[in-house]
């Protein structure tokens, strides 16, 4: 029997409401609340919360010598489309360049990576 059930993944940033904005764009929903602590409803019932982080220091990727904590796997219908459209709202290519593959890395507009994945 499970002690817990999954409530939502809280990234840390230095501005909630404009990363809660780009992952609106990029996976839909809808953006609640302002300040410290702000929500994305996605469709389907889930949720991600951003959370103000003073001092926020994005993790470094590729790094041998320092870890990425985690990063999230979004899954697309077309690759090329949504790199498009993620670079448009602020992310940068972190390894995007081997396009025989079906996954991408980008960092979001607060440097966390996230994956654009095929699959």
């Known amino acids: 029997m499970a002690l817990a059930t ?5 990234l840390d940033c230095p501005d909630p409401r404009a990363l809660a904005g780009f992952y609106a764009e990029v996976l839909g929903g809808s953006v609640e609340g302002d300040g410290e602590w702000v929500d994305l409803k996605l469709p389907g019932g889930t949720s991600l919360a951003f959370q103000q982080a003073p001092g926020f220091v994005p ?14 796997d979004l899954k697309v219908p077309d690759l090329d489309t949504a790199e498009k459209g993620v670079l448009e709202l602020g992310a940068r290519p972190l390894d995007a360049e081997d396009r025989s593959r079906n996954w991408r890395v980008y960092a ?11 699959c």
Do not use: N
């Open 6 to 10: 999954m409530d939502v993944v809280v």
């Open 108 to 118: 979001d507009p607060a440097g966390h990576p996230f994956c654009l994945c095929a």
């Open 59 to 72: 993790p470094s990727w590729p790094a041998p010598d320092a870890s990425q904590q985690f990063h999230l």
